[in-house]
């Protein structure tokens, strides 16, 4: 496999954990607006499992490109005798804890030990990459870990809403809020790790081409502005004030949530992708 | 209020935090060093500025035929995990040339050779 396509695949692997994750999240943070059941929530689990799975495949794969090695020694290796792959065997409990929770509950929503399975697979997700090799890995980990999870919980519940909400929800204007109240809560969290992301990678600036990682970082920040744009301009403007009240445009607020959701997976795919890209090349 | 708590944390840590120079493993200096003539060397070790994953960091140095001089395996000392060293046979006089690949710990693959002459 080409180089090239090697890094998207493995960065569309890993963009299917924060998003079925952060869905995972938002269906017990947002509750009853949001329609969903236990065959939703495994579903969504086996999502989170088939993207840690083909984490592990393709980062093998990566590692043993041109070396003459048996590939079932080399994924071995690679998962336990490297950091992010014991990190992501670390993941594999977590992933069972999650899919037994779903299974367990009437309403396949996450009670308290899914959710912290599903954190522990996001800070898991966060200690790979530049966090590895940062001079405090612990403060690096704090920053990243809020970071992915913040934008995890806004992506999964736009992507949740915009996959499964927006036909049988008893009550739009009521999942369209929590959306809103959601968002707005992960916003400042995003933005101030975000920021503290960007101080940590300011001594590789001087290096930066442009093209590779300072052109996916801005792509990254763009897609990010514009869901944030569509998403205040549908609150101010499709939302009525009384949860209870009938939407005025339904239609045209689950048309632009629809954008968002895929603005937002496009904002997960670039951040995975930057996660497995030298910052200097 | 949550978000203003959290916002306050934030800052308090970015304060705390100190610049971290996160990057994929370059080399920062080599003995022998690049296009030098030198006396046999009893090793190879090669300093990066990442520290490295040993299960697939390596050193293979081969001579002007092309023929590795050693089948053994690079190793990254416990107590330098940002180096790869390799210990080599006595070499004859003649050209050598380094190549090297490395996995950081934060996952970038790397990769390189260079030269060096045995007097």
Known sequence: MPGWLAGWAMAAAATLQPAALGALLSARLIGRP?????????????????????????????????????????????LTATHAGLLRLAAVPAVLVLWFDCVRQPDGRPGWPGCLAALAMLLARAAGGHVADAVD??????????HLSAIALWSGSVLAAALAGWRSSAAPAGLARRLSTLATTTLPVIALTGALNWQRMQPMVGLWRWHGYPLWLSVKLGAALAALALGAWNRWRHLPNDDTAPMPDAAAFWRILRLEALLLALTLLLGARLGASAPGA | MLSSLSTRLLLMLGLAMPLAASAHAVIQRAQPAADTVVAAPHMVRIDFTEPLEPAFSSIVVRNAQGQPVTADKAAVPSDAPRSLTLVLPPLPAGSYQVEWRTLARDGHRTGGNYRFKVR
């Open chain 1, 137 to 146: 890995p612990l403060a690096a980990l704090t920053v990243h870990g809020l």
């Open chain 1, 34 to 78: 949001l329609p969903w059941n236990r065959r939703v929530g495994c579903g969504v689990v086996a999502i989170a499992a088939a993207g840690l799975a083909g984490d592990m495949l393709l980062a093998a794969l990566a590692l043993g490109a041109g070396d003459e090695a048996p590939f079932a020694g080399t994924l071995w290796l690679s």
